[in-house]
C-alpha cells in the first residue's frame, strides 16, 4: 500500500467476484475514507451484498485485493484476521440475534468471545449501548419481545459494543416502517458523529441521500458512481437515474409479435397432439 492510501479504512482494487460460471462483481474500486458514512446502494441483484461479504472476508474473490484497516482480507492469516474483525462491528439484515440469550445477553456476546472483562464491567458497557440505541431498561427482554424496529437496534448496539473503528450495517431500515426507518437513520448520523466510519449497504433512497456522505452506486455487479449525494443527484448516467427514478428497465413490449408466438406455439400444441 502506498503512502497516499495509508489512511484509507477500507481499500477495494479491481475486484472481480463470479458464482460459478456467473460473474457478479466486475473491477470493483473502492475507497471509504476514516470517519464518513458510505452508502452503497442499487437495485435487488445489483451485487451490494455480495460486495458487503467480499469486504468481510466472508466469500473470497476471483481476482482483485480487499484492504479493510491495513489488512489484507484476501491473503491475510488467521490471527490477523481475527484481530481486525475485533476492530469492525456488523450489524445483518435479520439482526442475527440469538434467540435463547436476552437482550444484553446478545449485546454482550462480542465481549464474551473476545475479552477478558469481568461480568460487571461488561453489564456496564451493555447498558451504556443500550441507551445509546434508545433501548435502555431492555436488557433482561427475549429477542421474540421485540419489535423488528428493536431488533435492528439491539443488533447496532452488540455491533458497537466493542467500540469498532468502522461499522458495517446491511439493510438497517429494510422492512421497517419509514418512521421507525428514519429513527435508524438519526443512530447512524449519531454514531458517525463520535467519529466511526460507516459502510451502510441500502436500497432505500430517502436513508442514502439522509445519512451518507458519499454514494457508490452498483448496477448489474458494476459500479456506476461513486461520489458525494449532490454529484449522484446530478449524474446523467441514465442506469443511475433510472435507480433514483425507479423507472423499471422492461423490454419494449410489441402486442403483434407477442400474438404471433402465441399463435405458433398453439400451432405446434395442436400438431403434436
Given at each position: 500500500m502506498s503512502a497516499n492510501d495509508a489512511g484509507a479504512v477500507v481499500e477495494v482494487?479491481?475486484?472481480?467476484?463470479?458464482?460459478?460460471?456467473?460473474?457478479?462483481?466486475?473491477?470493483?474500486?473502492?475507497r471509504v475514507e476514516p470517519g464518513e458514512v458510505m452508502v452503497i446502494m442499487g437495485g435487488s441483484g445489483s451485487g451490494k451484498t455480495t460486495l458487503l461479504r467480499h469486504v468481510l472476508g466472508l466469500q473470497r474473490p476471483t481476482a482483485g485485493s480487499i484492504r479493510v484497516l491495513g489488512v489484507?482480507?484476501?491473503?491475510?492469516?488467521?490471527?490477523?484476521?481475527?484481530d481486525m474483525r475485533k476492530k469492525i462491528g456488523v450489524a445483518f439484515q435479520s439482526g442475527a440475534l440469538l434467540s435463547s440469550l436476552t437482550v444484553g445477553g446478545n449485546v454482550m456476546l462480542p465481549l464474551r468471545e473476545h475479552?477478558?472483562?469481568?461480568?460487571?464491567?461488561m453489564r456496564i458497557m451493555m447498558r451504556l449501548k443500550l441507551d445509546f440505541v434508545d433501548l435502555?431498561?431492555?436488557?433482561?427482554?427475549?429477542?421474540?419481545?421485540?419489535?423488528?424496529?428493536?431488533i435492528k437496534r439491539v443488533a447496532l448496539a452488540r455491533a458497537i459494543i466493542m467500540d469498532p473503528r468502522v461499522v458495517?450495517?446491511?439493510e438497517p431500515s429494510a422492512g421497517l416502517d419509514p418512521v421507525i426507518a428514519a429513527g435508524l437513520d438519526e443512530l447512524i448520523l449519531r454514531l458517525r458523529a463520535t467519529g466511526v466510519t460507516l459502510v451502510v449497504v441500502t436500497h432505500e433512497l430517502q436513508s442514502a441521500f439522509k445519512i451518507a456522505d458519499r454514494?457508490?452506486?452498483?448496477?448489474?455487479?458494476?459500479?456506476l458512481i461513486s461520489d458525494t449525494?449532490?454529484?449522484?443527484?446530478?449524474?446523467?448516467?441514465e442506469r443511475v437515474q433510472a435507480l433514483l427514478t425507479r423507472k423499471v428497465d422492461l423490454p419494449e413490449?410489441?402486442?403483434?409479435?407477442?400474438?404471433?408466438?402465441?399463435?405458433?406455439?398453439?400451432?405446434?400444441?395442436?400438431?403434436?397432439?
Open positions: 482494487a479491481h475486484l472481480d467476484a463470479h458464482y460459478g460460471e456467473r460473474q457478479v462483481l466486475r473491477d470493483i474500486n473502492l489484507d482480507v484476501v491473503a491475510a492469516p488467521r490471527r490477523a484476521m481475527q475479552t477478558k472483562l469481568d461480568v460487571d464491567t435502555a431498561g431492555t436488557e433482561d427482554l427475549m429477542p421474540a419481545e421485540l419489535s423488528g424496529g428493536m458495517f450495517l446491511d454514494i457508490t452506486v452498483l448496477d448489474h455487479g458494476e459500479i449525494v449532490a454529484a449522484v443527484r446530478a449524474s446523467s448516467n413490449h410489441n402486442p403483434d409479435a407477442f400474438l404471433t408466438a402465441l399463435t405458433a406455439a398453439s400451432a405446434d400444441l395442436d400438431g403434436d397432439s
